[in-house]
Every structure is written in structure tokens, then in C-alpha cells.
């Protein structure tokens, strides 16, 4: 491998870019940021600026490794770094990034939006910003921590992958789903089809093993509040024919992304009960 001379090193530096995450942001927002920056800006020469705050009570490095993005950093979190900005009217950081090149300004019905938008569209979005995307988030690999809870587990060939996002801090602004409505989705498929049940709390679990006697999966001893987990389960979804998710949830959108839009994807839910 070539040593960076000392001119290639100061080049380096002068091109460094700074990406600010929120603080309140949860993994699947962070991520999308990412993703966004890296497609904007290359992967190469990034500041990352990670908040361990809210859900995300870990560092990036904790959870992820960023494969072939030369000289990144992740940086001890200051609020007085700005970041790079993103263009074309995304002040949404938890949108992906597209421009009218890639969908008309009236392409976003899942998620309405004043500008091309992309979030939440899973099969429709066109395949030609399928691939790109899908390039970079394959640059997200799981981290030491998590591959080790990925080796505790083994999905059938048929497993339906379930995600209920309902919890206390979504319940407040009215972003909760019946879980009816999820029974009633996962009644569809044959009584014998393996469940992998990504949730945010044990109730959840009891509630859909009650249900559904001998189809649930979890990760094996999951904690419910662990990032690691969280993260195992984020690629654990994605990674089957089939996935049913709760409507607005980042989370589950990242793991399609990640399992490289290959995913037959249900949602349950819609917008129309949400506060905020």
C-alpha cells in the first residue's frame, strides 16, 4: 500500500467534511443522513459528528463499520460544528437525498413532501436510485458486537419479517398502531410461517406469542433497550422475502435498504392518526 505523502495528507484535511447528526434522532434517521452525505459528498474524508443521546446510547463504531470510505472519523460530539449542508430543499435530515432527475416532485405518496422525495416508497421507487442507494448503504456493516448477536440466530427461508415500532415516546404523539391491525396483516400467510418479531418492548412480545404459538423468533435474549440489538435486528429484517412494517418507521426502511431492496414490504398504518 502506497504511504500518503506529506502533501496528500494535508489535502486530505483540507477536504475534510463535517456531517452533524441530531441528537434526537433515532438509528434509522442517522442512517439516511449518512446516506444522503455520502452520496452528495463521496465517501472519502468524513467527519461524523454522532451524538450518544435519546435511543442511541452508543458511538457509530460501537454498532457500524463503514467499509471503503477512506480517512473517516467519528468525532466526539460538539454542538458548535456546522455541517455540510444538503441541497435541493432537504431540511428534513431524516429524507434521503434525491434530485427531479431521479422522481418527479409529485412522486412521495406515502409521505408527502414539496420536493422529490423517496422515503417510504420501497418497491416504487425506480431501480436506477434503488442501485445507487443500495451501493451505499452497503458500505454500513455491522460492527464486531453485532455480528457476534447475528451468529446467535438463524432465520428459515420463509420467515415473514414483523416490526412494530409501537412504543411510549411514539404512543405521545399518536403514531401508535393497533396491534390488531399487525395480527390481522400476519393472518395472511399459512399458520405454519416462521415470525422474526422486531419490537420495542417485551409486552409487544408477549402480546404477538400469545397470538401466535410457536411461529414467534426474536433474537435470542434480546434487551429491548440495547443498540447492539436494536442494529442486529435493523439487519436481521431485511434479510427475507417478506417484511411487514409499521408505516413511518425509519428502522424497518433501512433494514430494506440494507437487505438491498429486495424485500416484498407491507405496511401497516398510515399518516392519518399521527399528531405530529
Known sequence: MKVPSLRDIVLIFRRRKPIVLEPGAGIGNRLKHLASFIRVYGPDCLDIHWPIAGWVDKRFYDLFELEGCRSTRELRWQQTIKGMPLPNAINQDWRLYVSSDDVPIDFPR??????????????????CVQITY???????????????????????????????????????????????????????????????????????????????????????????????????????????????????????????????????????????????
Not at 406515502?110 to 431501480?127: G, L, T, V
Not at 404523539?173 to 410461517?193: I, N
Open 110 to 127: 406515502a409521505y408527502p413532501a414539496a420536493f422529490p422525495a423517496i422515503d417510504f416508497e420501497y418497491e416504487r421507487i425506480p431501480k
Open 134 to 276: 443500495t451501493a451505499i448503504f452497503a458500505k454500513f456493516r455491522p460492527s464486531t458486537s453485532v455480528r457476534s448477536r447475528l451468529a446467535q440466530i438463524s432465520l428459515p427461508g420463509n420467515t415473514v419479517c414483523v416490526q412494530i415500532r409501537n412504543d411510549e415516546d411514539w404512543k405521545r404523539s399518536g403514531r401508535e398502531e393497533r396491534l390488531e391491525l399487525f395480527v390481522a396483516q400476519l393472518r395472511t400467510y399459512p399458520s405454519d410461517t416462521p415470525l422474526f418479531l422486531s419490537a420495542m418492548n417485551h409486552a409487544i412480545s408477549i402480546y404477538m406469542r400469545q397470538r401466535f404459538p410457536n411461529q414467534i423468533i426474536e433474537l435470542p435474549n434480546k434487551d429491548y433497550k440495547s443498540m447492539v440489538d436494536a442494529v442486529a435486528d435493523m439487519y436481521l429484517l431485511g434479510s427475507r422475502e417478506n417484511g411487514v412494517f409499521s408505516y413511518g418507521s425509519t428502522f424497518s426502511e433501512v433494514a430494506w435498504w440494507i437487505g438491498g431492496c429486495q424485500q416484498r414490504v407491507q405496511v401497516v398504518g398510515t399518516r392519518a392518526n399521527w399528531i405530529s
